[in-house]
């Protein structure tokens, strides 16, 4: 079974530039999350999708991050224009729909992340 | 409010032999998950063991077991007979059940050495 793809894999790029990174998820999962891991921690939830519906953006920077998902299955991450403080690893994960109620947890299965550069 | 903390930046650990990754937690809640994760080079998280908050055994997953002490807040990854390919980044993630938002720490780089 293929694994999330993500790509690129790096970009550099200048700041004030736009971006955009790519994600596959598993076949079949419904959950898609995007992820920002900064140097030195771990990763921060940006945003949830259930399908194709943003269930949870509350942590996206939406002056500039977007985040779409149109039909249910690949996703794209854009920051436009890019600050120096985007430098970091964005990372995709997917899950199945979370069952059995409120006692049970779900694997989230995640890409290799792309890792970005601004100069 | 959730926080994992994990004090040590960096370990070392002789081939073959075991080592203990600490982490503590803090929540108020009284039903969570603990979760290890090991995120190589390539930069995946790859989840390694979970530990429910009610559960009375510790978790074990092959070379990996959870050391939980509940009244310490303590949730400890423990790595029997290291490997080579154990040298990675290894984050303790906390959540709620029914819920999909991880609380990270700020993880611990193990490195095995041959």
């Known amino acids: 079974e293929a694994g999330v793809v993500q790509s690129p894999r790096y970009k550099i790029i200048e700041k004030k530039q736009p971006v955009a990174f790519w994600c596959n998820p598993i076949?079949?999962?419904?959950?898609l999350y995007w992820y920002l891991q900064n140097l030195g921690q771990g990763p921060e939830l940006l945003i949830r999708y259930e399908n194709e519906e943003a269930v949870d953006d509350s942590q996206l920077p939406k002056d500039r991050f977007s985040a779409e998902r149109l039909k249910g299955v690949d996703s794209t991450l854009k920051i436009q224009p890019a600050e120096l403080g985007d430098s970091a690893v964005y990372l995709c994960a997917s899950s199945p729909k979370l069952a059995g109620g409120s006692r049970f947890y779900n694997e989230q299965f995640f890409g290799p992340g792309t890792r970005l550069t601004v100069l | 409010a959730q926080k994992i903390t994990q004090t040590q930046p960096g370990m070392f650990v002789q081939e073959k032999e075991a080592v203990t990754l600490d982490c503590t937690y803090d929540t108020s809640d009284q039903s969570y998950g603990l979760f290890w994760y090991k995120q190589p080079s390539s930069g995946e998280m790859i989840f390694l063991i979970y530990q429910g908050s009610y559960d009375e055994q510790n978790a074990t997953e092959g070379r990996y077991s959870l050391n939980f002490q509940k009244a310490r807040k303590s949730a400890n990854l423990v790595i029997s007979a290291s490997q080579l390919g154990d040298s990675a980044m290894y984050f303790c993630a906390m959540r709620r059940p029914g819920t999909y938002k991880y609380i990270f720490g700020t993880g611990t780089r193990l490195k095995v050495l041959a």
């Open positions: 076949s079949g999962h419904n959950t």
